[in-house]
């Protein structure tokens, strides 16, 4: 039988065995939280240099953005001046217009296109014709640098008939007018707008843009 002093040895040596247990316990959890105090202060950089990195990324997005604009600005200018408005900036731009408004394909683009009824006399040309035959529908483009209220009439009353008589192998689809220029102001618009005329622009000088799609397909 055990005597008193076996007795005590072996609890002291549990005790010991139990002390160095939780000393190597305590150690591991020292180690642990240095190791997470650590990985907070590394995490805390990173969320700073995202930060950082959002904030140039945003002020690169703007200034690339003012960049584009003020390049469509002057390249529009220049355009202007020299008599490119169509061929260089309203033409390029129809096509994918009218595919995101219309959801048409367009498989005919012509430009600054002329015509002659020799035994009328009668003749006109016409900035930009795009014909989708997929949708039956011909959109009819008509560009001003300058736009004016009689433009637009001129365009209404006018202009539309003699392209209908000019070519009749387009009496069958659907004509959709577009009134286009740089930029066209808000009276204009309104005015294209009650005339169920599109309205085609550069939006803040960013991207030529149908201003009044919404207001005229709400109406029709």
Same mark, same amino acid.
Not at 38 to 67: D, P, V
Not at 76 to 102: C, H, R, W
């Given at each position: 039988?055990?005597?008193?002093?076996?007795?005590?040895?072996?609890?002291?040596?549990?005790?010991?065995?139990?002390?160095?247990? %939780?000393?190597?316990?305590?150690?591991?959890?020292?180690?642990?939280?240095?190791? *997470?105090?650590?990985? !907070?202060?590394?995490? %805390?950089? *990173?969320?700073?240099?995202?930060?950082?990195? !959002?904030?140039?990324? #945003?002020?690169? @997005?703007?200034?690339?953005?003012?960049? =584009?604009?003020?390049?469509? @600005?002057?390249? &529009?200018?220049?355009? =202007?001046?020299? &008599?490119? #408005?169509?061929?260089?900036?309203?033409?390029?731009?129809?096509?994918?217009?009218?595919?995101?408004?219309?959801?048409? $394909?367009? =498989?005919?683009? %012509?430009?600054?296109?002329?015509?002659?009824?020799?035994?009328? &006399?009668?003749?006109? $040309?016409?900035?930009?014709?795009?014909?989708?035959?997929?949708?039956?529908?011909?959109?009819?483009?008509?560009?001003?640098?300058?736009?004016?209220?009689? +433009?637009?009439?001129? /365009?209404?009353? @006018? @202009?539309?008939?003699? /392209?209908?008589?000019?070519?009749?192998? +387009?009496?069958?689809?659907? *004509?959709?007018?577009? /009134?286009? !220029?740089?930029?066209?102001?808000?009276?204009?618009?309104?005015?294209?707008?009650?005339?169920?005329? +599109?309205?085609?622009?550069?939006?803040?000088?960013? +991207?030529?843009?149908? *201003?009044?799609?919404?207001?005229?397909?709400?109406? =029709?």
């Amino acid at each position: 039988m055990a005597t008193i002093k076996e007795r005590v040895d072996r609890l002291e040596k549990l005790m010991a065995e139990l002390i160095k247990t %939780q000393q190597k316990t305590e150690l591991e959890l020292q180690r642990l939280s240095i190791e *997470l105090q650590r990985l !907070s202060i590394e995490l %805390q950089r *990173l969320t700073i240099e995202l930060q950082r990195l !959002s904030k140039e990324m #945003i002020e690169f @997005k703007e200034e690339n953005r003012k960049q =584009n604009k003020d390049m469509n @600005k002057k390249w &529009g200018e220049l355009a =202007n001046k020299l &008599g490119t #408005i169509v061929e260089d900036i309203i033409a390029p731009a129809v096509s994918p217009v009218i595919k995101q408004y219309f959801n048409c $394909e367009v =498989n005919d683009l %012509q430009v600054n296109r002329k015509k002659k009824d020799i035994k009328t &006399g009668l003749k006109d $040309e016409f900035d930009v014709i795009a014909v989708s035959d997929d949708c039956k529908t011909v959109f009819l483009v008509e560009v001003k640098s300058t736009p004016k209220i009689d +433009y637009i009439n001129e /365009f209404k009353d @006018k @202009k539309i008939d003699r /392209f209908l008589t000019l070519f009749p192998e +387009y009496r069958e689809y659907k *004509l959709i007018p577009i /009134f286009a !220029s740089l930029r066209l102001e808000e009276d204009i618009v309104n005015y294209l707008t009650k005339q169920k005329i +599109y309205a085609m622009a550069y939006k803040e000088w960013e +991207y030529m843009d149908i *201003l009044n799609f919404d207001k005229i397909d709400k109406n =029709n």
